[in-house]
């Protein structure tokens, strides 16, 4: 089957996001958040959804080293190609039917089951994290995200021993998302990682962004982060978890192995075949960073690789 590459992903964003679209906006609210909505501080999930908000003691363990994005970018300038392939899909993507919400646990695990997403939040302990995340058409956004460690929800899962990675997969709603009447894409999308990194405490799954649910043009009601990796490997919105024993091959590198990969870790010194890597864009601002090895988290997950130089896992 000819697989038909839409422009947008043919560019590096600085050349696929015309300048007038991020000129202009407002620097916006640079302070942390987290004294903010620190009112919640200590309140368990349940009492914290009740009041419509998202929100938990922040864990400071993941200083972020950069001022937060404003709100408004953050969530108005996305990636979700089930919505359309331009960055501008926040309203299209309200339509997504957030509530309520079940994900699927299954494949390799002792028991499938299928949670209801209030009954998972009874199960886990919430925290906020100011995370860093870095696009692969090199911009970058920081945002306050509230959610839990992926670890826990390993738990829960109970994988087989003979699971060695598992897969995130996006809810695939063809009344509600545009995007997968362009049959060519591989729908639904999904992406997935080895057991180690879920576990790796930097793994996040958020259901909170600036103290709010998160919301569907961000993958609400809940997706997934892997902060040191390129974005495409968090996938948003997810319905299914699978435990399975082969390498999964993600929605990008279905598209694009050339250019997409597996590991997808984030690092200055490793172009895309098309464009460098060396530096990012701050999204609100049009300032230019130097890009660091990891997304700068090498010190919770670069003994992830050891033992891995002869894999490809920068791309
Ligand atoms: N289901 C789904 N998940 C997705 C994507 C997508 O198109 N569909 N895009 C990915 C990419 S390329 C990025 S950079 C991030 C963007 O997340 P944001 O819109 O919250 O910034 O989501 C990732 N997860
Ligand atoms: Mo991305």
Known sequence: MPIRIPRGWELPESAASPEHLVLGRRRGLQLGLGGLIGG?????????????????????????????????????????????????????????????????????????????????????????????????????????????????????????????????????????????????????????????????????MAVGLFGKPVPAQNGGPMRILFPWKYGFKSSKSISRIRFVEQRPVGYWEKLQEAEYGFWANVNPEVPHPRWSQASERLLGSNERVPTKLFNGYGEFVAGLYTGLQGERLYA
């Open 40 to 204: 919640a501080l200590g309140l368990p999930a349940t009492a914290a959804l009740a009041q419509g908000a998202m929100s938990a003691a922040r864990n400071d363990r993941f200083v972020p080293g950069r001022d937060l994005s404003p709100e408004r970018d953050v969530t108005s300038y996305n990636n979700y190609y089930e919505f359309g392939s331009s960055k501008s899909i926040s309203a299209a993507a309200q339509r997504l039917p957030m509530k309520p919400w079940t994900v699927k646990i299954e494949g390799l695990v002792e028991k499938p089951m299928e949670l209801d997403l209030d009954g998972l939040l009874k199960q886990v302990t919430l925290e906020e994290r100011v995370l860093r995340h870095r696009c692969v058409e090199a911009w970058a956004m920081t945002a306050p995200w509230t959610g839990f460690p992926v670890a826990q929800l390993m738990k829960i899962a109970a994988p087989l021993g003979s699971a060695k990675y598992v897969v995130f997969e996006t809810l695939a709603d063809r009344a509600t998302m545009p995007g997968l009447r362009q049959s060519w894409y591989p729908w639904p999308y999904s992406d997935g990682c080895t057991i180690a990194e879920a576990n790796n405490e930097l793994c996040f």
